[in-house]
């Protein structure tokens, strides 16, 4: 009987969703799969490695870049030992120095001594990367410090010549970084880039490419490098009017979205695990610690956005041992934080305001089981949970395929008939993870409210993490 009633009451959520539908902003299948991936790692690698520079000058002799024990398997071991998704890596930074042998440039590895000249990084990534199971994805800098034709229009081809090659000799890619940073060239000169062009190239070559800049057109910049996401996160924008680079809107507002932005451009939280972004011997007891990641987490993920967590290999072309110590404990605060959802045992009560339906009791999947695909559509919902439990962290799922349409929340921790902790929040998305101190707890209500009375959850978890890691 169950059974029946939750099916009869899911059809009819789907029949009101899908009057909504014309109007909800919705995110396109890769954008959903890339939000699913959560938390990946950057490896900012090149001539900086060698020189201990952030910036190179585009002047450095190529024989600089020289790993000499470099190992992308070792780069994808340490990534799935620490739960990310995929890699990032930069495949061209400013200095304009390609890990690859492009044919639009004379200043690559293949004029460096690495390998006699025979070497090619983003083929050893790519390759890599598939045999392990992770996503390949690449930052290119448009802006060139040793390019020859930067600062004229035939740059844009070598640009979009350069793309192609990475399209077709290292594809597939996941997604694509572009830097807007946009200064002199060696001639002194700025170039004028030919965005719409670019955009053409990926959508031409590669369509299934996520695309990340400062204003998307797929995946955002999150306004800092620090690696926190705004509360609220809203998955909208509006660029019309802005540019990549110094036209970009204000940091405030890719830190947050646009509450009514008209498309959907969801954040990034790019951040490294060191004070830089490339390795620097200097840093190395510089390295955040397992905890400062978990808090990053929580403010990244925590808030709907992905994390992208640079860890830069070092000068033999190895991911160093510090990094990944650190990123292993950080593996292990996540998996023994979120391992036992509470809530398994626990009663889920929909409020429906028809007497058929009141006071039904039906069991709510938690989180962790959670498919993208699974939605209810509840403005009010009690959990009940078997006997008082300790909690100090809620974790909800919006159903974004659905868009993103809850505005507001508020969460009512009850002992018996006392409340004893209001929590309220405003944006939702992907995932929201909170925490507050511990509390004994028999239930809890979750408020949901939007402007169409349309929301839809996918998931609900409470755990009991470590005291010290609650966000404060
Ligand atoms: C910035 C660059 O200037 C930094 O060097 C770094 O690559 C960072 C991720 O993006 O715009």
């Not at 006699?116 to 290119?140: H, M, P, Q, T, W």
């Not at 974004?400 to 998305?429: A, D, K, M, P």
């Amino acid at each position: 009987m169950r059974t029946i009633i939750f099916c009869v009451l899911m059809m009819a959520c789907f029949l009101i969703r899908a009057q909504d539908k014309d109007q909800a902003l919705l995110p396109t299948r890769q954008q959903l799969a890339w939000q699913e991936t959560e938390f990946y790692l950057f490896v900012h690698f090149g001539p900086n490695t060698f020189t201990d520079k952030e910036w190179g000058e585009g002047t450095e002799p190529e024989d600089i870049f020289n790993p000499t024990q470099l190992d992308c398997r070792q780069w994808c071991r340490v990534a799935k030992a620490a739960g990310a998704k995929g890699i990032i890596i930069t495949a061209k930074h400013h200095d304009g120095f390609c890990l690859w042998p492009s044919h639009y440039s004379t200043h690559t590895v293949r004029e460096s001594k690495w390998k006699n000249g025979k070497g090619d990084v983003l083929k050893e990534l790519s390759l890599a990367c598939r045999e392990a199971g992770l996503k390949f994805g690449v930052y290119i800098s448009p802006w060139d410090r040793n390019h020859p034709d930067y600062g004229t229009e035939k740059y844009n081809d070598d640009f979009v010549g350069m793309m192609k090659e990475i399209f077709q000799n290292y594809g597939p890619i996941w997604e694509l970084w572009w830097d807007g940073a946009n200064g002199e060239g060696p001639n002194g000169k700025k170039q004028v880039y030919d965005w719409r062009r670019f955009e053409n190239t990926v959508r031409q070559y590669s369509p299934k490419t996520v695309v990340f800049s400062d204003i998307g057109p797929d995946i955002r910049w999150v306004g800092n490098e620090d690696g926190i996401a705004g509360d609220p996160n809203w998955n909208f924008l509006d660029t019309a009017g802005f540019k990549r680079g110094l036209g970009a809107p204000p940091t405030d507002t890719l830190n947050h979205g646009n509450y009514h932005g008209k498309l959907w451009i969801p954040a990034e939280c790019d951040v490294s695990i060191r004070p830089g972004w490339f390795y620097h011997v200097k840093d190395d007891d510089k390295i955040k610690t397992p905890n400062d990641l978990f808090e990053l987490y929580l403010r990244s993920v925590g808030r709907g956005a992905n994390l992208l967590l640079n860890v830069p290999p070092d000068r033999r072309g190895l991911i160093n041992e510090k990094d990944s110590a650190v990123l292993g404990g950080f593996k292990k605060l996540r998996d023994e934080s979120f391992a036992n959802n509470l809530l398994k045992q626990a009663d889920t009560y929909y409020e429906f305001s028809d007497k058929d339906f009141a006071n039904k009791t039906f069991i709510i999947r938690g989180l962790d089981a959670a498919t993208t695909t699974y939605a209810i559509n509840l403005q009010n919902f009690v959990v009940q949970l078997p006997q008082p439990t300790k909690i100090n962290c809620i974790v909800l799922r919006e159903a974004i395929h659905l868009g993103q349409t809850i505005r507001q929340f508020s969460i009512l921790l009850y002992n018996v008939n006392n409340i004893i902790r209001e929590i309220h929040g405003t944006s939702v998305g992907r995932k929201r993870i909170l925490s507050f101190p511990t509390a004994t707890i028999t239930s809890f209500r979750v408020y949901l409210k939007d402007a169409s009375e349309n929301d839809n959850i996918s998931g609900v978890a409470a755990y009991l993490i470590d005291e010290k890691l609650v966000e404060h």
